[in-house]
């Protein structure tokens, strides 16, 4: 089954269990949707000096984390939002502070 499923400015597609990677080019910025106790989308493919910006739909507060604390979000709730800019290549892992089942990936490409 294949159901494409669209909100506010993120876009992904799921395929048979799996999320389709979105690129996105240096300069512009990206916004992750956080509902249902997950990031919206899992996977993210950036250029350096991309501005991701994670905003809270859920009733539950939630933050965002670096796995190897390269960054962390204050709390989160409905209707706040956290930005960070990633300006350095490589790969960024990530979870919610409060739900650590809920994790993410941010690669950022030169």
């Given amino acids: 089954m294949t159901r494409k499923i669209t909100r506010r ?15 996105v080019t240096a300069g512009t ?3 992750f949707a956080i509902e249902d106790f997950a990031f919206i989308p ?13 905003v809270n739909h859920d009733e539950a507060p939630h933050s965002v984390v670096g796995l190897k604390s390269e ?8 209707g706040q939002s956290f930005a960070i800019t990633f300006d350095k290549p490589g790969e960024i892992d990530y979870f919610c502070g409060q739900h650590g089942n809920m994790r993410g990936k941010v690669t950022v490409a030169p």
């Fill in 9 to 23: 400015a993120v876009a992904y597609v799921v395929v048979a269990g799996a999320v389709a990677v979105k690129t």
């Fill in 71 to 78: 960054f962390r979000s204050p709390t989160l709730n409905n």
């Fill in 42 to 54: 899992v996977q993210l493919s950036v250029k350096a000096g991309t501005k991701v910006i994670f």
């Fill in 29 to 31: 910025s990206i916004t």
